[in-house]
């Protein structure tokens, strides 16, 4: 049976007014502590925005921006995530996920000897729970405590995205007002009943609030389980043929 559903990749600057206000609306539908013009301006400074649509209408997308920055005196690269949404009749679709996997290989093979991180702030367990499904090691972690090296990544790079707002002590990001968080109606009733969602909720107590947990992951084939490494390894096959010319 032929899947429905779509995605396409464009710049967020490329976005019409009328695309914008239907992402926001979708958008809208499930967080609190949002306006337009904090949407807007959290949109236009990402890079990247991938959208699901069903017969050409939106019903999800996530952004992403890409950060180059050093460590420990040699370059790295991490994938910030943005906002990211599906639509709720859409649960449990992989459409998205997997082409976000695409993406993401794509972009890992434009520089392949630069590490590539996954940096994901989460406010949901939802959210959480895919680094799980992704990744084999990801921090933090209910399983093993994160190792110094990686704290050290995850603190310098949530400092210098989010600055006074990052408290390390915590692993949280802070606004002193949300800057948006997932409405009640949406809060996800069994989460009591699933171990990650449970360490998830320990770690970020307050994300009713607004709350969000600074996470990282490596974005490298040899991380990423099966269902994540096979969009990954296409992106990457999709990039060195256009990188040939194929």
């Given at each position: 049976?032929?899947?429905?559903l779509t995605?396409?990749?464009?710049?967020?600057?490329?976005l019409?007014?009328?695309q914008?206000?239907?992402?926001?609306?979708?958008?809208?539908t499930?967080y609190g502590?949002?306006?337009?013009?904090?949407?807007r301006?959290?949109?236009?400074?990402?890079?990247?925005?991938?959208?699901?649509q069903?017969?050409?209408?939106?019903i999800?997308f996530?952004?992403?921006?890409?950060?180059?920055s050093?460590?420990?005196?040699?370059?790295?690269?991490a994938i910030?995530?943005?906002d990211t949404?599906?639509?709720h009749?859409?649960?449990g679709s992989?459409?998205?996920?997997?082409?976000?996997?695409e993406?993401?290989?794509?972009?890992?093979?434009?520089?392949p000897?630069?590490?590539?991180?996954?940096?994901?702030?989460v406010k949901?367990?939802r959210?959480?729970?895919?680094?799980?499904?992704f990744?084999?090691?990801?921090?933090?972690?209910r399983?093993?405590p994160?190792?110094?090296?990686?704290?050290?990544?995850?603190?310098q790079?949530a400092?210098?995205?989010?600055?006074?707002?990052?408290?390390?002590?915590?692993?949280?990001?802070?606004y002193p007002?949300?800057?948006?968080h997932?409405?009640a109606?949406?809060?996800?009733?069994?989460?009591g009943?699933?171990p990650?969602a449970q360490?998830?909720?320990e770690k970020n107590p307050?994300?009713?609030q607004g709350d969000?947990?600074v996470?990282?992951?490596?974005?490298?084939?040899?991380?990423?389980?099966?269902?994540?490494?096979r969009?990954?390894l296409?992106?990457?096959?999709?990039?060195?043929?256009a990188a040939?010319g194929?």
């Open positions: 049976m032929t899947n429905p995605t396409h990749t464009q710049t967020p600057q490329t019409s007014e009328s914008i206000a239907q992402l926001y609306t979708l958008y809208q499930y502590g949002t306006t337009p013009e904090l949407f301006r959290d949109l236009q400074e990402k890079d990247q925005i991938l959208i699901l069903d017969n050409q209408t939106p999800g996530t952004t992403l921006k890409i950060i180059h050093q460590h420990q005196n040699q370059p790295i690269r910030f995530s943005g949404i599906i639509h009749q859409y649960w992989q459409t998205l996920p997997l082409a976000w996997c993406l993401v290989g794509k972009i890992q093979a434009q520089q000897r630069i590490p590539l991180y996954w940096l994901l702030i949901g367990d959210t959480y729970r895919y680094l799980n499904v990744s084999k090691q990801y921090y933090p972690n399983k093993t994160t190792p110094p090296e990686i704290q050290s990544l995850m603190n790079l400092r210098e995205r989010f600055g006074a707002h990052y408290l390390p002590e915590r692993g949280i990001v802070h007002q949300s800057q948006g997932l409405k109606r949406w809060h996800n009733s069994a989460a009943r699933n990650e360490f998830f909720a307050h994300y009713q969000e947990l996470c990282l992951t490596l974005l490298d084939a040899g991380n990423l389980k099966s269902f994540a490494l969009g990954f296409a992106g990457q096959a999709a990039q060195q043929q040939c194929v």
